[in-house]
Antibody, heavy 121, light 113 residues
Framework: EVHLLASGGGLVQPGGSLRLSCAAS????????MTWVRQAPGKGLEWVSS????????YYADSVRGRFIISRDNSKNTLYLQMNSLRVEDTAVYYC??????????????WGQGTLVTVSS | DIVMTQTPLSLSVTPGQPASISCKSS???????????LYWYLQRPGQPPQLLIY???NRFSGVPDRFSGSGSGTEFTLKISRVEAEDIGVYYC??????????FGGGTKVEIK
């Protein structure tokens, strides 16, 4: 059974940094691209970032490019999102999700529970 | 980016009755490879989204056959043949035809009367 557990959320001041983690189990982690999707309070879903199964290729939404860095440690079956220069508008629940392939993925088939990031002074 | 527009914003349905949700894209979702990368997700209250339908009409593993997807080009529909209490939540369509500009619809909230 696929299991994804996101952690690392919390309260941070504008301009601050936070690192999210997502521990994966139940599938061959290096074989699948992974992604972060966020949901602002009471709002819809927004794709944030994805990386390939090997971690060699990363993609970012325009809203976070240059501030967020996605990475993964395939030896630990863990996905990360380093969030820098945080803004109030980054406040959201951040979900990690497994994609359907290691590369050239098309969709997200399993999602974790999410971790809340609040950016406020 | 491709804009995904869902209607209605909300839906109140009597158990056992059908329901239908529309999703329209600002550009055709037909990819040059011949596939259409349109998906449907359900987010139950307090839960992460779960995949229902992939590539327009394919039910994901474990999804009941009362859920069906259809459409082509820029217009797509999710139908629930007989709504059950467990179907409440917010339904989202998603396109990944433009993969690096992947976008979701705004969501349709389904409630039980």
């Amino acid at each position: 059974e696929v299991h994804l557990l996101a952690s690392g959320g919390g309260l941070v001041q504008p301009g601050g940094s936070l690192r999210l983690s997502c521990a994966a189990s139940g599938f061959s982690f290096p074989g699948f691209a992974m992604t972060w999707v966020r949901q602002a309070p009471g709002k819809g879903l927004e794709w944030v970032s994805s990386n390939s199964g090997s971690g060699a290729t990363a993609y970012y939404a325009d809203s976070v490019r240059g501030r967020f860095i996605i990475s993964r440690d395939n030896s630990k079956n863990t996905l990360y999102l380093q969030m820098n220069s945080l803004r109030v508008e980054d406040t959201a629940v951040y979900y990690c999700a497994k994609t359907n392939r290691g590369y050239n993925w098309n969709f997200f088939d399993y999602w974790g529970q999410g971790t809340l990031v609040t950016v406020s002074s | 980016d491709i804009v995904m527009t869902q209607t209605p914003l909300s839906l109140s349905v009597t158990p056992g009755q059908p329901a239908s949700i529309s999703c329209k894209s600002s550009e055709s979702l037909l990819h040059s490879d011949g596939k259409t990368y349109l998906y449907w997700y359900l987010q139950r209250p307090g839960q992460p989204p779960q995949l229902l339908i992939y590539e327009v009409f394919n039910r994901f593993s474990g999804v009941p056959d009362r859920f069906s997807g259809s459409g082509s080009g820029t217009e797509f529909t999710l139908k629930i043949s007989r709504v059950e209490a467990e179907d409440i939540g917010v339904y989202y369509c998603m396109q990944s035809t433009q993969l690096l500009g992947l976008t979701f619809g705004g969501g349709t909230k389904v409630e039980i009367k």
